[in-house]
């Protein structure tokens, strides 16, 4: 469900890049949300094999973090991991989706 969701969100970035070709910066605020998400999915969940079953929520006034730095990396790299993950799922359903969407787009744009 996690994965849906942020399939879901990276939706717009997605088909920004297969319909266009090209990426803007209108979805910094669905990367902010994703990158939460994932972060929270590795490190507050316990939902990733390598960090394992571990909780560290912080405080947002926290001055150290529970973790060593070691482990730091490692959440780093699956929360990359996953998102990166999460994204080639998601172009690959806009690409196989392609027409469809362009059908859905020409009908919004004769409507508006």
């Known amino acids: 469900q996690l994965l849906d969701r ?33 972060y929270s999915q590795v490190a507050v969940y316990g939902m990733n094999e ?5 909780s560290f929520r912080m405080e947002r ?12 990396r490692l959440i780093d790299e699956e ?3 996953f998102v990166d993950m999460a994204y080639k799922r998601t172009v690959a359903l806009v ?6 969407i362009e059908a859905m787009t020409a009908e919004l744009l004769r409507k508006e």
């Open 6 to 38: 942020v399939c879901a969100t990276l939706g717009g970035r997605a088909a920004e890049q297969v319909m266009l070709g090209k990426i803007s910066t209108g979805a910094v605020n669905d990367l902010e949300r994703i990158t939460q998400m994932a």
């Open 50 to 54: 390598k960090v394992g079953l571990v």
């Open 61 to 72: 006034d926290a001055f150290d973090k529970p973790y060593s730095d070691e482990t730091a």
């Open 79 to 81: 929360v990359r991991s």
């Open 95 to 100: 690409e196989k989706h392609r027409e469809q």
